[in-house]
């Protein structure tokens, strides 16, 4: 190792490599806080460099662990004292703009908010969107294939990348840095790497498609008499707004209650007494005409006793109010801790039942601690789940898996719709994916990682 550490210093410097006590005081992530225990963080900055780095831990069958905003939940970003750990966070730059193209090609490293400012300055957007906007990157985005609040209009990840750049695990780049909306010639190789989560190959570059940018953003929150109403509601608004709709999240009342209690640093802007609520945001062009259509829908929802009460934000100030609602998880986080979190998708007619008898059998086997908060993306059929009981052994955390995934197979429901497997649900895969795709999975990675370098241990064991 001492030997490899010299090597992987003189290519990419003194500085390019961290060590001892400068890579303990780094965390594995922001959900447990736990120190990095890698032998040594490398940090390239270049797509050569990395080469370079890969070529020679693939001569000595150095595993290594890639890091990019380390704001992910599945524990992908863990290292052991035999591992190192590759950091793209000095490949931090926007390469080139194109505004007739509507594109922007960036390095892995650069984080969300950058690229989304960037494209504000342009008078266009990049619409990918979720909480951790400031600490994520790209290339983290990409290797989990992130989705956010707009999917239900833009779609996740894989939609808003055209071409990227990938270092293999013995050095080899793949650049497919395509900039056309059409390229119909073979297989398309990106897709490869879109959700891969750094075990097929290491994502330097991209290529980001951008989108028009919309000044006029309508926002409200509504209080919602049942399950029913809510998708009867989801129904209404995805029609009548169908060309401006652009966010669609469900609050069931555990969730704002605990978001909005006394000692909370966030408003009740509603009555705390509803089943469940709703965020409706759509972006557009006109404000005037938007706000009036928006107030429409809303009209006509109330008459149809879909929603019971609404409050429309009159500001960005108050917008922010009501998002913070729903985005701060941190708080989320310490009102529960400790905690089991859970991201899961499964058909929308089907959530109120699955989530109901997971309530009943956490209450069954936790009947004293057991607490359970629901919230997500219900246009996109992805739910986020957070469980305490009071207790985060290996044994309860067992317990409270198998409430939550077993009931997923009657519904042919996802394990993982945005957060990805990682460490902590590769054992569950099956539930999500036939015999026949896993194998596939595994021959892939046998064919991109011969050794089995990359990431090991991560999303197939």
Not at 107 to 120: F, I, N, Y
Not at 306 to 326: K, P
Not at 364 to 379: D, M, R
Not at 383 to 397: G, P, Q
């Amino acid at each position: 190792m001492n030997s490899l550490i010299s090597d992987l210093i003189a290519v990419v410097g003194e500085s390019g490599v961290l060590l001892g006590e400068d890579v303990a005081q780094r965390s594995v992530d922001w959900f447990t806080g736990a120190p990095c225990q890698a032998k040594a963080i490398v940090r390239p900055q270049t797509t050569e460099q990395l080469s370079k780095v890969m070529a020679l831990c693939y001569q000595a069958d150095q595993l290594v662990v890639t890091h990019g905003g380390l704001t992910g939940v599945v524990h992908g970003g863990i290292a052991s004292p035999d591992e190192l750990v590759v950091s793209l966070e000095l490949m931090n730059q926007i390469e080139e703009i194109d505004v007739v193209g509507s594109t922007m090609q960036v390095q892995a490293g650069v984080t969300l908010q950058r690229v989304q400012e960037a494209a504000q300055e342009i008078d266009m957007q990049f619409p990918l969107d979720l909480g951790a906007r400031g600490s994520c990157t790209i290339g983290g985005n990409i290797a989990t294939n992130a989705g956010g609040i707009r999917v239900i209009r833009y779609g996740m990840m894989r939609q808003q990348v055209l071409g990227l750049e990938a270092v293999l695990s013995d050095g080899t780049v793949v650049s497919s840095l395509n900039k056309m909306l059409k390229n119909n010639a073979g297989y398309d190789v990106k897709q490869l790497f879109i959700g891969s989560e750094g075990t097929l190959g290491v994502v330097t570059r991209a290529v980001l498609r951008l989108q028009p940018y919309m000044p006029s953003e309508q926002t409200a929150l509504v209080a919602v008499p049942s399950f029913d109403a809510l998708t009867a509601l989801l129904n209404l608004v995805s029609k009548e707004l169908a060309n401006s709709l652009s966010a669609f999240e469900a609050l069931w009342n555990n969730h704002y209650r605990l978001m909005t209690m006394e000692g909370s640093k966030h408003a009740s802007l509603l009555s705390t007494d509803s089943p469940f609520y709703a965020i409706i945001e759509t972006l557009g062009l006109d404000e005037e005409q938007d706000a009036e259509a928006f107030a429409k829908v809303l009209e006509a929802a109330m008459e149809k006793e879909l929603i019971t009460d609404a409050v429309l934000a009159n500001s960005s100030t108050q917008r922010e109010g009501i998002w913070a609602v729903r985005e701060d998880i941190e708080w989320l986080v310490r009102s529960l801790k400790p905690m089991f979190s859970y991201d899961i998708s499964l058909p929308i007619p089907h959530m109120d039942e699955y989530v109901n008898n997971l309530e009943k059998g956490l209450n069954e086997q936790f009947p004293e601690s057991g607490q359970i908060v629901v919230f997500g993306h219900l246009g996109d059929g992805n739910l986020h789940i957070m469980i305490t009981v009071r207790d985060d052994s290996l044994e309860s955390r067992r317990r409270v898996e198998a409430l939550v995934y077993g009931s997923l197979v009657k519904y042919n429901g996802s394990i993982s719709a945005e957060h990805g497997v990682g460490l902590e649900k590769k054992e569950y895969l099956n539930i999500s994916r036939s015999p026949e795709e896993i194998d596939l999975m595994k021959r892939m990675k046998q064919a991109l990682d011969p050794k089995g370098l990359l990431n090991p241990g991560k999303v197939l064991g």
